[in-house]
């Protein structure tokens, strides 16, 4: 390559990522206008938060039996247990670290 054509080559690097820049604040400063849009960010950013805190967050590990089966609610159980004696809210937690997975794949 010559000196020239490395030259022009970083120009148009330069003016197409600046374009992208562009685009990208355009985007954010309509999507930020959005009620609706923000409120989906959100939701989509608690998800993901709750995935990555969840073995602090949960109390059991979600396969663990900690009752006998249908346990209503309680303060050890908040969701009760389930048809095996696993806790609900537990597993809920814990699935929860499948939404990443299936929103990238779907």
């Known amino acids: 390559?010559?000196?020239d054509n490395q030259m022009t080559t970083k120009a148009l690097l330069r003016e197409r990522i600046s374009s992208h820049t562009i685009r990208i604040k355009d985007f954010w400063t309509i999507y930020k206008g959005s009620r609706i849009g923000m409120i989906g960010l959100s939701l989509?950013?608690?998800f993901i938060i709750i995935a990555f805190i969840a073995p602090w967050l949960?109390?059991?590990h979600p396969r663990a039996l900690v009752?006998?089966?249908f346990l209503p609610p309680t303060e050890k159980h908040l969701l009760g247990t389930d048809?095996?004696?696993r806790d609900i809210y537990s597993g809920l937690i814990w699935g929860n670290q499948n939404f990443p997975h299936g929103g990238a794949t779907g």
């Open 67 to 69: 009752g006998t089966p």
């Open 1 to 3: 390559m010559t000196l």
């Open 83 to 85: 048809q095996v004696g």
């Open 58 to 60: 949960a109390p059991y």
């Open 44 to 46: 989509i950013l608690a």
